[in-house]
């Protein structure tokens, strides 16, 4: 009995047979990467804006998450403190 091929597999059965695949990567892998970017451009911005965003560094934390509550209040915005596409550009 051939074996299920799952998402991490890198050998697909056909007929019996194995046959090698290219190296997996996970599904979005640069999307995720081209997220990150922007997320640290967004803490720049923050940071030169004066916001507390515990450094840029392209993860989405608790002070990034609050600091932009605080830029979303500040702009008479509802504060949901979530990043998002029209977020980056308005603050930019």
């Excluded at 451009?41 to 804006?49: C, D, K, T, V």
């Excluded at 002070?63 to 702009?75: F, L, M, N, S, Y």
């Excluded at 998002?84 to 930019?92: A, C, G, M, T, W």
């Amino acid at each position: 009995m051939n074996p299920t091929p799952t998402r991490f597999s890198s050998t697909i059965w056909a007929i019996g047979w194995p046959i090698r695949t290219r190296r997996w990567s996970p599904p979005g892998a640069i999307r995720t990467i081209f997220r990150a970017a922007r997320s640290q451009h967004m803490q720049e911005r923050l940071i030169a804006a004066g916001y507390d965003v515990g450094g840029a560094d392209g993860l989405v934390g608790f002070k990034t998450r609050t600091a932009i509550g605080k830029w979303q209040e500040r702009h008479g915005e509802t504060a949901t403190c979530y990043p998002d596409e029209k977020l980056l550009h308005r603050i930019r």
